[in-house]
């Protein structure tokens, strides 16, 4: 029997994250006698998918897609966009692996959104730089130890999977940003870096930022 083994999603194909997945499968296919016959990584095209699923059913008995089971920016920022009153006003910064990731997106006319592809550049520089320059601060890069990134972590106004409470960290926000509120998601130690920068530098309160670094730079999604 042909087993084959298709791999999807830009992050594996930008080098974002490290494939470890595929040896994986191969090692629970191993007891069993069976082993992987062709391997295919494609980035998040729906053609090309659709080609590469056809041909490698065609090749073999049977096709074991890994990929596409958790949303990527992009997925969460347009669900975002779209459920926002017409009336909402902000800016929204998107940083992507590469210029071909760029989508278009349904938002407010108020809200301006702001693409950020890589192009091999590291993973948050065009998004710690465009952030806070939109909020006329420096854009210098908070640097985070490798001991104090968690993947996973998740906060919101009112939930902290630190299990820390969000009243001991209340603060007067006394200048122009006020009345911002802040929504991050990406790879854990840029997010961390840029809630730290929103927070200590300039002083928001941490009640204004919610922040989600649900993946981890060179780190598989199934890790």
């Known amino acids: 029997m042909k087993l084959n083994l298709l791999l999807t999603g830009n992050e594996l194909m930008a080098g974002d994250i490290i494939d470890s997945n595929s040896a994986m ?8 006698g069976w082993r992987i016959h062709k391997k295919v990584t494609v980035g998040d095209d729906s053609a ?12 073999g008995d049977v096709l ?15 669900a975002v966009l779209a459920q926002l009153p017409v009336d909402a006003a902000g800016a ?4 992507v692996p590469l ?12 809200v301006e959104v702001t693409w950020l592809p890589r192009e091999g550049r590291p993973v948050g520089s065009l998004l710690h730089e ?21 993947v996973g972590l998740w906060e919101t106004p009112t939930y902290s999977s630190s299990g820390d409470s969000l009243d001991e960290h209340t603060t007067s926000v006394g200048h122009d940003l006020a009345d911002l509120y802040a929504w991050i998601a990406g790879e854990s130690r ?22 989600m670094g649900y993946w981890r730079e060179g780190v598989s999604m199934g890790a």
Request: charged letters at 20%; a negative charge.
């Open 48 to 59: 090309l998918l659709q080609k590469e699923i056809d041909q490698l059913c065609e090749e």
């Open 190 to 211: 840029v997010v961390t870096g840029l809630r730290r920068a929103l927070v200590r530098d300039l002083g928001l309160d941490r009640r204004q930022v919610a922040f």
């Open 92 to 95: 929204a910064f998107l940083e």
């Open 99 to 110: 210029g071909v990731d760029v989508q278009s997106l349904v938002h407010p006319p108020r």
């Open 64 to 78: 074991i897609i890994n990929g596409g089971l958790g949303p990527t920016v992009d997925d969460l920022t347009a």
């Open 130 to 150: 465009a952030v806070l320059g939109h909020l006329g601060a420096g854009a210098a890069p908070v640097e985070v130890p490798e001991a104090e990134v968690e």
């Open 25 to 32: 499968v191969a090692q629970q296919l191993a007891p069993q």
